[in-house]
């Protein structure tokens, strides 16, 4: 009977740590045969997740021995925590370890949606040269405004800064004199005078009832002429709708979403075919680097939980 079972992918090297002491099943394409990994999931002690296997439901309910759940990440969105919990499962995000990976990507795609020269690369093979139609703008001496001030958002925060971009952040759940605002050199407001502020947005919040949507299209139109958008957060944060609207019309100059209400993104989505928009795959939190840390990290506490209890 397996100990540990992987749906999705982990770094090799933390799979090999975990077998040392347990009886592990990895198949990173379990989380498409959802048949046969409830059928493993029946004798497991732990289940180890990204983001796609959807811990909730049928699949939680075949987990009958389940004792922790790893996330190999740090959003619990697929992941019905308050039905874990009350059956004593430990639900393990990797906190921390993806932290600068989503900053970076979100900085970086920032300065490309800014800069604008980078959309080239067909015209100028062609032989166009078009310097005048591409002249973007710097990030520097912008104001960038991190919708959520948690961790991901003050590495983001520390990297903007260090561009000359000034930081502005909504967060409700930080108080007005916590030390961070200072330490990190942002200023607090409001989410509606952030958007009016900004010329780039960066959402940093998880996805509940309170933030689905809470960038709609009554939030896009306040945004400043010529700002950006960018959301490595969780998808339904953003109508998407709304903001494929706002594109086609030209009120806001770019955006970024690795992130969508539906993951893989369908076919017939409003996105297809929108200007000045940049997809990718909820790939920013993942680097060579950070798969390591959150690999580690995830091993570390499932082997924890799962030793504890064994006593």
Sequence with gaps: MTDIVISEFMDEAAVEDLRRDFSVTY?????????ELAGLVAGARALIVRNRTQVRGALLAAGARLEAIGRLGVGLDNIDVEAATARGIAVLPATGANDVSVAEWAVTTIMVLLRGAYYATDAVAAGSWPRERLMGREISGKVLGLVGFGSIARETAVRAKALGM???????FVAADDPAWARIGARPVTLDTLVAEAHAVSLHVPLTAETRNLIDARRLAAMKPGAVLVNAARGGVVDEAALAEALRAGTLAGAALDVFDVEPLKAGSP????????????????????NVRVSSVTAANARRVLQERRR
């Design 166 to 172: 000034t930081i502005i952040a909504a967060d409700p």
């Design 271 to 290: 996105l297809a075919g929108c200007p000045n928009l940049i997809l990718t795959p909820h790939i920013a939190g993942v680097t060579v680097e950070s």
């Design 27 to 35: 198949d990173k394409g379990l989380v498409d045969r959802p048949d």
